[in-house]
């Protein structure tokens, strides 16, 4: 039975998707029930195959039983085992916070949401499992185009920020099957770790070094790095709360993987990191990335938009610290693609909750926010604080790494630019607490009994809050572990 | 040296945290106080167990979890840290008990939330104390910066928020923008934190780098006040006085200058600093601060404000006593931590007592008040005379320590700027205390009758007062500690 669980991680979400989408049209009441099981399920098979691996080792399942490099095979190793247990954890965790939003938004279409919910997760699990540089491009706009429904399902703006995210996407997916078919031409295959053999021996190649630009121009498209990032902010802003919940922490996230793994196990270390102008370059891009994200989140006054540009900051950082192309560098950008998913996930939630309750993200309403609830604001403190980067949450450890280096690769201006998003951060999040626990000023110098009334979200958005809040601490203090027995055995030689 | 493994020290941080909940959740005020009590008094319990063993020149250390290879939350207690935890969690006792007074008779608001930020933050300042490596040291130093924005801005209004935002802009601003980035620095050129008697810092620096470093954790830790990063300080004083007693004399800042104290100690390590000549560059950033924060002392006419900027001098006198690398030098700076600290807790706490009183906050209107306040006022001169460092108080032995060392260094220059600060301390106390008592009928500026406040809080003040004078005579266990710890470091036999 354990042999077939890669096959398993994708095929329990597609095949309820269409369950899930099918009993919409039965009872409806049965939909969401299945959608949580299944993904209980996912995340179960995830977690045994995360086991599995720290115990004996990757696993390469070939699909339907074709050997390849015909046939498609999935991979589960050291780099994507706990990248797999993450998302599913997001989503599964994600869906109970939202019940209530997907109860009130999609009352009658609640089939078809939580089949596309599912779809689209199909496609996230399925671009991390495979093995496949192809197939990644397949999954890849599986991803996608069940991300623009979802998005678009929205109200007001939604559809037009929707099919501007289209617009761009699509672009960012051609660039990549574009830089699939110069590997092609280049190689005459397809499987990843059959690229990987073939690249040493075509250090020189103009074709594949154009192949590797053109894919990682594509991912850059599709991951919103500066100055790329146009179509995120309103995309993720002004989608409903049920899909910003998932999206946010996991589109860019799964990007950066797509990244890290095209990076380092198909073009390998030695090819991708030889040329110091191409990464210098990038790593430039990154900081300006993190510059400007910083500086455009002080600029808004809604938390969720204010978030959203977070996000491209965040973005900035892993990019720059993968494209260090040294050990820290590498490891911090993989660790922190843990991590960050984990603190958008719980900053997304807490906004959901917080909407869900006052109707509203606007600063200038989330006034005495800590006497209304204070669940929702312990969850809220602990990911700022991961956000800023203080112990012991996990953001201070990937940081730690990020900045390490930097500092080893000589790269002052990067390390710079990570002190000043962290100092940028703890402004932005300082100003929301400020607004939150501060009450609107009462007469009588504050000498006042009356506070704000209790006023917290239902137990099912507040438990998965707090359950994902102090899994970034429990991430932090297990950061050894995560880097020692996963990533740093996902480095290939390479990597100085 | 003997070393023992016990999970005491993680006992006595988590005693406070876990009290929190349970404050939250009392119904009654009575019940309430009443756990923050027994957090109190079993916090200084635990901290006394190991107060016999650690005189004996024994170490307890504990490993809470090693997150990654030399960065773990690892806790040591030694003389130093324990001279610091005895200070403050004894201290905890006394304002807990001021805190019921003050409050209640001021109808404060919000006090369930004030109570539980209060026994986070000793939390944290006991993490510090008892922190075994730089990390730990950092993590509960911005745990602490958090656990006491509520309590800075505990009136919510208009002067709590931008006094807040001030306090955690300087804090928190200084601590990632300089001690972070110093950390990793020296982290990724040594590979580790744990402290050192000698530190761990020999040969891997130039002396510019080293130089530079150095300035960036004595400027990083904020919270030691000095300047130009000390105006948090006093615009914190907007805390209610209990507050401002506990942590602004007491716990946060003495938070700071302690972690200046280790890292000079532990990380770069005296013997170093002193080859290359960096003790004294430390030396002149402190005098500069003791002189000025001095001489706007003098000029301050709200007493809590006028506390603060004394404060600041008084922590420099610390930094100072450190940086001259001299035993005594060393002792008295440790010591001062202990003198200032129940010095320093009296003056506010009969700033708090005169403010609940009276509703007077500012020197000027104090005219007359001793004879109104004649316990009130008898123990704030005695605080003032120990924070001046007159015989027979305990705050003259800390500063004999401390003249001594610039001698024993052989640094005339910083002798002067003792004494001529401990003229001007004079200079800003004595009138207070003259002015309360010594004034003709008209001159004596209350209308009506002034009480003394409630015996809750007049209790406590007169507690710490009484404290200042006996540790005069009888200084133990704090000069043995800061000595033990001295010997630590400098590897001489055990006094």
Redo the contacts between chains.
């Keep these: 039975m354990t042999q077939h669980f890669p096959a398993l991680l994708i095929i329990i979400p597609l095949l309820s998707a269409l369950l899930v989408s099918a009993m919409g049209w039965i009872d409806r009441r049965w939909c969401f029930p299945l959608a949580v099981a299944s993904l209980a399920g996912a995340l179960a098979v995830s977690i045994g195959l995360a086991a599995h691996v720290m115990a004996a080792g990757p696993i390469v399942y070939k699909m339907a039983g074709w050997r390849p490099p015909i046939g498609i095979v999935y991979v589960i190793d050291y780099l994507n085992a706990p990248v797999l247990v993450v998302i599913l954890a997001v989503a599964l965790l994600n869906l109970i916070s939202a019940k209530v939003w997907i109860e009130k938004d999609f009352e009658d279409k609640m089939g078809a949401y939580l089949g596309l919910y599912l779809l689209f997760l199909s496609g996230m699990v399925g671009i991390v499992a495979t093995g496949d540089a192809f197939n990644l491009y397949v999954l890849l706009e599986i991803g996608s185009l069940t991300g623009y429904a979802l998005i678009g399902l929205g109200k007001e703006r939604a559809p037009l920020s929707s099919l501007n995210y289209l617009f761009m996407g699509t672009i960012g997916a051609s660039f990549y099957l574009l830089g699939i078919g110069y590997i092609y031409i280049a190689t005459g295959t397809l499987n990843m770790a059959d690229i990987a053999l073939l690249v040493p021996q075509l250090e020189g190649s103009g074709t594949l070094f154009l192949a590797l630009i053109i894919c990682m121009a594509g991912l850059f498209v599709k991951m919103a790095l500066f100055p790329l990032h146009g179509w995120l902010p309103n995309a993720y802003s002004n989608a409903p709360s049920a899909s910003a919940g998932l999206i946010a922490p996991l589109t860019t996230k799964v990007m950066i993987y797509a990244m890290v793994r095209v990076g380092l196990t198909v073009f390998t270390p030695a090819f991708t990191f030889a040329r110091p102008l191409l990464s210098e370059a990038i790593v430039w891009l990154a900081i300006a990335a993190i510059v400007s994200g910083s500086l455009l989140a002080l600029m808004q006054r809604r938390l969720s938009r204010m978030f959203t540009y977070i996000i491209v900051a965040e973005v900035g950082y892993m990019v720059g610290g993968f494209w260090l192309g040294n050990k820290a560098g590498v490891t911090g950008a993989t660790l922190h693609i843990i991590n960050d998913a984990a603190m958008t996930l719980t900053l997304f939630m807490a906004v959901s909750a917080i909407i869900w309750k006052l109707g509203s993200d606007k600063f200038e309403d989330l006034q005495g926010l800590f006497g209304k609830m204070p669940f929702t604001m312990i969850g809220f403190v602990i990911a700022a604080?991961a956000v800023?980067?203080?112990?012991?949450t996990c953001g201070f450890?990937s940081k730690?790494y990020l900045?390490?280096g930097g500092?080893?690769a000589g790269q002052w201006g990067f390390?710079a630019a990570l002190?000043f998003s962290?100092?940028v951060n703890?402004?932005l999040f300082?100003r929301i607490?400020?607004i939150a626990?501060?009450?609107p000023?009462a007469e009588g110098?504050?000498?006042?009994?009356h506070?704000p009334v209790f006023n917290e979200a239902p137990v099912t958005m507040v438990a998965p809050l707090l359950i994902a809040a102090l899994s970034l601490i429990a991430l932090?203090?297990y950061?050894?572990d995560i880097?020692t027995k996963l990533i740093q055995l996902a480095l290939p030689a390479g990597i100085a | 040296m003997e070393m023992l493994y016990s999970a005491k020290p993680l006992a006595a941080i988590l005693v406070s945290f876990f009290v929190v909940p349970i404050i939250f959740s009392s119904r009654s005020e009575n019940v309430r106080e009443a756990w923050t009590f027994v957090a109190a008094i079993l916090k200084f319990a635990i901290v006394l167990s190991m107060l016999p063993f650690v005189l004996k020149g024994g170490q307890i250390a504990y490993t809470l979890v090693e997150v990654l290879p030399g960065l773990a939350i690892e806790f040591k207690v030694d003389a130093f840290g324990m001279l610091f935890a005895l200070v403050s969690s004894s201290l905890w006792i006394v304002t807990s008990m001021y805190s019921i007074g003050y409050m209640r008779s001021l109808n404060e608001h919000g006090q369930t939330r004030y109570y539980a930020c209060f026994a986070l933050s000793l939390s944290a300042t006991l993490g510090v104390a008892f922190a075994g490596n730089l990390f730990t040291l950092y993590l509960f130093y911005e745990m602490l910066s958090f656990a006491t924005y509520p309590l800075v801005t505990h009136h919510q209004d208009q002067e709590a928020r931008s006094s807040g935002r001030k306090y955690i802009t300087y804090i928190l601003g200084a601590s990632i923008g300089l001690v972070l980035p110093a950390m990793l620095v020296i982290y990724s050129q040594t590979g580790t934190f744990e402290f050192a008697p000698q530190g761990f810092m020999n040969g891997h620096f130039s002396q510019p780098a080293t130089a530079v470093l150095l300035l960036m954790f004595v400027f990083g830790f904020a919270k030691a006040g000095v300047m130009p990063f000390h105006s948090w300080l006093p615009a914190a004083m907007v805390a209610p006085t209990p507050v401002s007693a506990l942590l602004h004399a007491v716990a946060v800042v003495k938070v700071g200058v302690f972690c200046v104290a280790r890292v000079i100690t532990g990380v770069f390590g005296t013997k170093m600093l002193a080859s290359i000549g960096l003790g004294t560059l430390v030396c002149y950033v402190a005098s500069f601060t003791i002189i000025v924060s001095s001489m706007i002392a003098l000029s301050q006419d709200g007493l809590k404000r006028r506390l603060a900027f004394s404060t600041i001098g008084q922590l420099s006198y610390i930094i100072l006593g450190i940086a001259l690398l001299s035993p005594s030098g060393m002792t008295g700076g440790m010591l001062h931590i202990a003198m200032h600290a129940f010095g320093k807790i009296t003056l506010f706490f009969c700033a708090g007592a005169i403010f609940a009183a009276s509703g007077i906050k500012n020197v000027s209107q104090m005219v007359g008040i001793g004879r109104r306040m004649p316990y009130t006022m008898t123990a704030f001169l005695l605080g003032s005379l120990s924070v001046i460092g007159l015989p027979p108080l305990g705050g003259f032995i800390s500063k004999w320590n401390l003249v001594i060392g610039t001698l024993e260094s052989g640094q005339i220059f910083f002798l002067f700027v003792l004494l001529a600060s401990s003229l001007m301390n004079a200079a800003y106390f004595l009138p207070i205390s003259y002015k309360a008592f010594f004034c003709t009928d008209e001159e004596a500026m209350f209308e009506k009758k002034v009480d003394e406040v409630p015996t809750w809080c007049l209790i406590p003040l007169c507690m710490t007062a009484t404290c200042s004078v006996i540790f005069f005579f009888y200084p133990q266990p704090f000069l043995q500690l800061a000595k033990l710890a001295v010997a630590t470091i400098i590897g001489a036999p055990m006094p």
């Design positions: 604080l800023i980067g203080i112990p012991p450890f730690w900045i390490t500092i080893n390390v002190l962290s100092l703890a402004v300082f607490f400020e626990f501060f009450e000023f110098h504050g000498h006042h009994d506070g932090g203090l950061t050894g880097v």
